[in-house]
């Protein structure tokens, strides 16, 4: 079975610092990650994703995720953080045997403080 | 162009009533799917078709039907409307349902079964 964990139900950061909002992972095989973004009363909207390839991935406002196999991790990061990105995080990854099925984390909610 | 379009944006029912949600993307996709969205567990897959004429159940595909009745227009049916389904419904689709690539999701339906 395929599955992602977000430990942290809420981040807080203050505007200007560095975040990270944490994913780990569970695939026998080759994963394909994704990170999604759900600002308030709004549908999801895609960030970033690992298919394969560089171990950094770049997405969407400036955000990046590190992809670690030895961790099984897919962290999403960004170096300095906006009071604007404060939303609900979401991690997934794709079933390797139906790539239309996706498994989606709990959601973690980001709060940056001016 | 509109991306995913759903309606109704948000429903009452009372228990054992029906509805269809209704969903329409405008970007030729193939793949199309319904998630539900509840506090603390993240989207759940339950229904998806992957091209138009074909349906398969997801995670929690229980309590629902599912309609793909053009290329552009998927629908989610409630035949008797429980309390537990009260959720926030997301549409979305997907070029083709391959690896790499993203899902584009609708606005969501908040539905509230009393």
Request: glycine share 8%; hydrophobic share 30%; aromatic share 14%.
């Amino acid at each position: 079975a395929q599955s992602v964990a977000q430990p942290e139900d809420q981040v807080k950061v203050a505007e200007g610092n560095p975040l990270t909002v944490k994913c780990t992972y569970s695939v026998s095989g080759n994963p394909y990650l994704f990170w999604y973004v759900q600002y308030p009363n709004r549908g999801l909207q895609f960030l970033l994703k690992y298919i394969t390839g560089d171990n950094l991935v770049k997405g969407s406002y400036g955000f990046e995720a590190e992809f670690n196999k030895s961790q099984t991790s897919f962290h999403l990061k960004k170096p300095s953080a906006l009071v604007s990105d404060s939303a609900l995080y979401f991690c997934a990854v794709r079933d390797i045997n139906n790539f239309n099925k996706f498994y989606f984390g709990s959601g973690t909610k980001l709060n940056v403080k001016p | 162009n509109a991306g995913v379009t759903q309606t109704p944006k948000f429903q009452v029912l009372k228990t054992g009533q029906s509805m269809t949600l209704q969903c329409a993307q405008d970007m030729n996709h193939n793949s199309m799917y319904w998630y539900r969205q509840d506090p603390g567990m993240g989207l759940r897959l339950i229904y998806y078709s992957a091209s138009e004429g074909t349906t398969d159940k997801g995670e929690v595909p229980n309590g629902y039907n599912v309609s793909r009745l053009n290329k552009r227009e998927f629908s989610l049916r409630l035949e008797s409307a429980a309390p537990s389904q009260t959720s926030v419904y997301f549409c979305a689709s997907s070029e083709s349902g391959v690896a790499w690539e993203t899902q584009y999701f609708g606005p969501g339906t908040r539905l509230l079964v009393l």
